[in-house]
């Protein structure tokens, strides 16, 4: 089965970090642009960020810029997002996604595959 798989939701306080991983399974993660979307409920989904399969381009959302980081591992087929001082804004469902093709844009971007989401929870 083609299916990125999430983990490493959870709830946190405002302020603390969490680390999402994406295993590839059933493809190969360096033939494809890879990122998270993010969706709360009754609202569209959202570009968080993407890598390129070469990790030469990195795409942020502007309200994660800074606190966020993408990061990939071809030869471990997964791909890593960690988030550092969350919000209550960043609560949401996370899926992990990956494009077409090699390359990634963010915003809008098409995906093809989909993880089933992580839940995070950011609340005191």
């Known amino acids: 089965q083609v299916q990125p798989v999430e983990s490493g939701g959870g709830l946190v306080r405002p302020g603390e970090s969490l680390r999402l991983s994406c295993v590839a399974s059933?493809?190969?993660?360096?033939?494809?642009?890879v990122g998270w979307v993010r969706q709360v409920p009754g609202q569209e989904r959202e570009w968080v960020s993407c890598?390129?399969?070469?990790?030469?381009?990195?795409y942020y959302m502007e309200s994660v810029k800074g606190r966020f980081t993408i990061s990939r591992d071809n030869m471990a087929n997964t791909a890593y997002l960690q988030m550092n001082d969350l919000k209550p804004e960043d609560t949401a469902v996370y899926f992990c996604?990956?494009?077409?093709?090699?390359?990634?844009?963010?915003?809008?971007?098409?995906?093809?595959?989909w993880g089933q989401g992580t839940q995070v929870t950011v609340s005191s």
């Open positions: 890598m390129s399969s070469g990790s030469d381009y990195a």
């Open positions: 996604a990956r494009t077409p093709y090699f390359y990634c844009s963010g915003e809008g971007d098409t995906a093809d595959v």
């Open positions: 059933g493809f190969r993660l360096d033939y494809h642009g």
